[in-house]
């Protein structure tokens, strides 16, 4: 589980071809919210598209996670987020960051904070 950095992205994905590759919850949720505003999502709607993020990262399966995102895409487009929809599908659907929802590994922590908090503590000391 990382960051969804690049270097990190492509450095697994060379090493370790068929390893599961989790993208952290938190900074999935830091990404979009910074592009946010730079794909147009309006101030006044950005609670209620965190909100659908939130509800989407609770799919159970890979199979509910790309239709219910299916379905999202679908109407933020409806509803004019047309620049943010093919962000979010390209990037938080379809592309390498994908596995950041509950289902993508049951049981599993949703974020890497806790293990880079004691990095933190760690370089410290």
Same mark, same amino acid.
């Given at each position: $589980? ?16 068929? @390893? ?7 900074? $999935?949720? +830091?990404?979009?919210?910074?592009? $946010? ?9 950005? +609670? ?6 939130? @509800? ?11 239709? @219910? ?12 987020l047309r620049k943010f929809a093919k962000y979010f599908q390209l ?12 289902? @993508? ?18 370089? $410290?000391?």
């Amino acid at each position: $589980m990382s960051d969804g950095a690049s270097s990190i992205t492509g450095a697994v994905a060379q090493v370790f071809p068929d @390893a599961l590759r989790l993208t952290c919850w938190f900074h $999935m949720q +830091k990404q979009v919210k910074v592009q $946010m505003p730079k794909k147009g999502v309006p101030k006044d709607r950005r +609670k209620k598209v965190h909100e659908d993020v939130s @509800a989407l990262q609770l799919a159970p399966t890979l199979a509910v996670f790309h239709l @219910a995102a299916k379905k999202l895409c679908k109407r933020w487009r409806n509803e004019g987020l047309r620049k943010f929809a093919k962000y979010f599908q390209l990037i938080w659907v379809d592309g390498p960051l994908h596995k950041w929802f509950e289902g @993508a590994m049951p049981g599993s922590v949703s974020t890497n904070i806790g293990l880079e908090s004691l990095h933190v503590k760690m370089k $410290m000391q």
